[in-house]
């Protein structure tokens, strides 16, 4: 939005955001809270509000007829909307591709009938858009413009006031408040076998939202772990992880935000039994995380579902962080997928909508 801005000062942005999207200019239609969901079973138990949103936002762009709409991400609330958009007239940028290489493959007809635009996060992407038709950029990923080549993990520690030689891990169990009920207690159990391990040990637990925070503190309470070395803070994910010596994440955007601040980890993730069997059957690639997915092969560890127990996750955690000559190995692998994916991504990415612009 910022870079559109300072080529085109005209522009006016109107949608679905959040609290930084209002701030840059965003008119604000619906709270992005609102589709803050995430699985087969728990999309369904959201299902009417979220296709009532959808449905006045579409009633609302099909009144005024913006001169363009951008869908970032989100693709099953997206694509209809831009198909229908498309329709009628209105060019469509999607931001932030589909993971068709992952799974539901079949999506790309849809696309190529929905976007006049595609733009791809991740260089291996353009080439399935290009096979199929569908006009596509590479823009690189915004965390790498964002995130230091070399984080220092001493100042960091400084600035939080934890001791250079503890043991420190940072827990991120989500951001949603159905994955961190998934995963707080796990967590609080693995966090209590490394403890046994590093008695001096801290972890560091960032959490999105008071909801979630309200949550964690519950597992807390019912896990008896009150003693336990943690310190929850209200987002500062990336402090967290820059200060740890590893990192547990559930499985997302913030294990990329992992290998691009160079931090080992071990990646899990659980979810609604029925949700994960519909997704790992429709799934085309043997990992999940996007560390090993963008490598091509496991560079960290995956323990999801039945295989996150405490011991599991408390012994890949330990394996790895111990273990230097892998720690020195993972920060090679993780710098050159920094280089890579650092494209300066705002300007890439608003000269390709700008260009879909009356006088762009």
């Avoid at 329709?87 to 992952?102: D, F, K, L």
């Avoid at 040990?201 to 597992?219: D, G, H, K, W, Y």
């Avoid at 999801?304 to 012994?315: C, F, I, R, V, Y």
Wanted: glycine fraction near 6%.
């Amino acid at each position: 939005m910022a870079a559109i801005k300072e080529a085109r000062p005209d522009v006016k942005f109107v949608g679905i955001g959040g609290s930084r999207m209002r701030a840059a200019g965003l008119e604000v239609l619906f709270p992005m809270e609102k589709l803050a969901v995430n699985g087969y079973i728990e999309v369904l138990r959201h299902y009417r509000e979220i296709a009532g949103i959808r449905r006045k936002l579409l009633d609302y762009l099909l009144e005024r007829r913006p001169d363009l709409f951008i869908g970032v991400d989100a693709p099953d609330f997206n694509l209809d909307l831009e198909l229908k958009l498309k329709q009628q007239g209105t060019p469509t940028v999607h931001y932030v591709s589909p993971s068709i290489w992952a799974w539901r493959g079949e999506r790309i007809h849809k696309i190529k009938r929905a976007v006049s635009h595609m733009l791809a996060l991740f260089p291996h992407e353009p080439k399935l858009y290009q096979q199929a038709g569908v006009p596509v950029d590479y823009v690189g990923h915004p965390l790498a413009d964002l995130l230091p080549e070399q984080p220092n993990r001493d100042e960091m520690r400084e600035a939080m006031r934890i001791p250079l030689q503890t043991k420190v891990f940072a827990f991120l169990p989500g951001s949603r408040q159905s994955e961190v009920k998934h995963l707080a207690r796990t967590y609080i159990e693995t966090a209590k076998l490394i403890l046994d391990k590093f008695p001096e040990a801290r972890f560091l637990v960032p959490l999105a939202s008071r909801e979630t925070r309200a949550i964690f503190e519950q597992a807390i309470y019912d896990c008896n772990a009150h003693e336990l070395p943690v310190t929850l803070l209200f987002g500062h994910a990336q402090d967290a992880m820059i200060a740890a010596d590893g990192v547990l994440v559930a499985s997302g955007t913030a294990t990329l935000e992992a290998a691009l601040l160079k931090r080992p980890m071990v990646i899990t993730y659980r979810m609604h039994p029925l949700t994960y069997r519909l997704m790992k059957a429709k799934g085309y690639q043997p990992y999940y995380g996007l560390p090993n997915i963008l490598s091509g092969r496991f560079v960290v560890p995956e323990l999801m579902q039945e295989d996150a127990t405490p011991e599991n996750l408390a012994q890949a955690l330990l394996n790895l962080v111990c273990d230097r000559r892998a720690v020195m190995e993972l920060e090679q692998i993780f710098t050159e997928l920094h280089r890579t994916l650092r494209q300066n991504t705002a300007q890439k990415a608003a000269a390709a909508v700008l260009s879909l612009l009356p006088n762009g």
